[in-house]
Structures are given as structure tokens and as C-alpha cells.
């Protein structure tokens, strides 16, 4: 089991399909990421979060939409995505944003687009 | 250009032989991390270092800062320690993943 909680573990969507997916931890951490990852890839970073607000967006397409309604909950919208997104979506968190910290992982979503 | 390298990329072992991973970097760091994955795709994170060398249970993770290097090693290895093994950088606000070592112990 991880403190990391990400849900739903399998998704399943089409093209046309708007769905989200929820990571959740309650450690207290003040930043927040999103990783996508590709198989036999290492993770690419997406989005950070400190203090819930934005403070990277790695130049992610607009099909993705970042959410972060409080310090415990990390949101991630998606809308219209392509086939190319299907990846391993991986929620993190630290304490703060920054060198020297540890990141907390989820067991990710697993996301295939048809 | 990659910040970060690690060799090998795949490793099979026999179960009680000792293993090691090595990293290489080209940035300055504040801290270097190492990460398990298993097939099921959760990161665990195994060590965070600045210097020296730090030991948890079967695991040694050693960085040498001047040489920019890092290594892993696994005492007694194990089949539950099959897993893709990451290095990953911290410079300031940026995180460089490595690609990975691959790991099979064979039973």
C-alpha cells in the first residue's frame, strides 16, 4: 500500500471522452506533481503543484487540465485525448516543492485511449 | 544530451549474488535518489543521498559528488528484487529521471 492514493487504477476512455483522474495523500505534503510515463520510459514530468498553485506546467497540451482544489487532492482533466497519450499516469507528493526532498509515489492509472 | 546515465540497462542475476547499479551524471546536484518499480507500475523511493553512503536492510546506495557518480548495490539478491531500478537527479527545482536498470533475479 502506498500514502499516495491514486484512482481509477485502469482507464479505459475514447478519443471524445471527457474523464479525470483523482490522486489523494494526506502526509500533509504542500507540493504535488503529475508524471506520465511510457512503457520502458523513464517518467516525464507534467505538472507541478506547491502550495496548491501551478508552478510547472512542462508544456503539456491543453487536453490535460490540472486541478488542485485542496492540499490533500491533485486532479488531473482529461478531454480529447490521443491515441499517443496511453501511458502510466504517476501522482506524486513531498513535503514542499524542492531540492532535497523525497517524493511519494501512487501506484498510477493506467490509461489506454482507443 | 542525457543528464543522467545508468548502466546496465538490463541485469539477470542469480538469487544470492551481488549486484550493482551504477550512475553517472553531468549536472550539479543537491540530491541524487534511487527508485524501485515494479511490473504493476508504483515507485518506491529506496534512498535519497547528498554524500557518503547510506544502507537499508539488503541495500548500499554510495554517491561520490566529486565524480559524479552513484551506485546501488544489492547483498544477497532475491526474485522480489526483480524491478526496474531508477536514478533520479535533483538540481534545484528540476528532476532528471534516468532510464532505468532492469533487473531479473532467477530463482
Known amino acids: 500500500d502506498t500514502e499516495v492514493t491514486q484512482t481509477p487504477k485502469h482507464l479505459v476512455m475514447g478519443m471524445t471522452n471527457k474523464k479525470s483522474l483523482k490522486c489523494e495523500q494526506h502526509m500533509g505534503h504542500r507540493a504535488m506533481y503529475w508524471y506520465k510515463q511510457k512503457a520502458k520510459k523513464p517518467p516525464e514530468l507534467m505538472f507541478v503543484y506547491s502550495y496548491e498553485k501551478l508552478s510547472i506546467n512542462e508544456s503539456v497540451p491543453s487536453r490535460f487540465s490540472p486541478e488542485c482544489p485542496n492540499s490533500s487532492l491533485l486532479n488531473l482533466h482529461l478531454h480529447a485525448l490521443q491515441p499517443e497519450d496511453s501511458a502510466l499516469y504517476l501522482c506524486?507528493?513531498?513535503?514542499?516543492?524542492?531540492?532535497?526532498?523525497?517524493?511519494?509515489f501512487g501506484d498510477g492509472t493506467r490509461l489506454s485511449i482507443l | 544530451k542525457n543528464e543522467v546515465e545508468q548502466s546496465p540497462q538490463n541485469l539477470t542475476a542469480q538469487e544470492g549474488e551481488f549486484i550493482t547499479i551504477n550512475c553517472s551524471y553531468s549536472v550539479g546536484i543537491s540530491a541524487l535518489h534511487w527508485l524501485q518499480q515494479h511490473p504493476g507500475g508504483g515507485i518506491v523511493s529506496l534512498f535519497m543521498l547528498s554524500s557518503g553512503k547510506k544502507k537499508h536492510g539488503r541495500l548500499i546506495a554510495t554517491i561520490n559528488i566529486q565524480e559524479k557518480h552513484s551506485s546501488l548495490h544489492i547483498t544477497a539478491s532475491h526474485p522480489r528484487d526483480s524491478a526496474v531500478y531508477i536514478c533520479a537527479l535533483h538540481t534545484g527545482n528540476q528532476f532528471y529521471f534516468g532510464t532505468g536498470t532492469s533487473l531479473t533475479v532467477i530463482p
Open positions: 506524486a507528493s513531498s513535503q514542499v516543492w524542492g531540492a532535497n526532498q523525497p517524493q511519494h
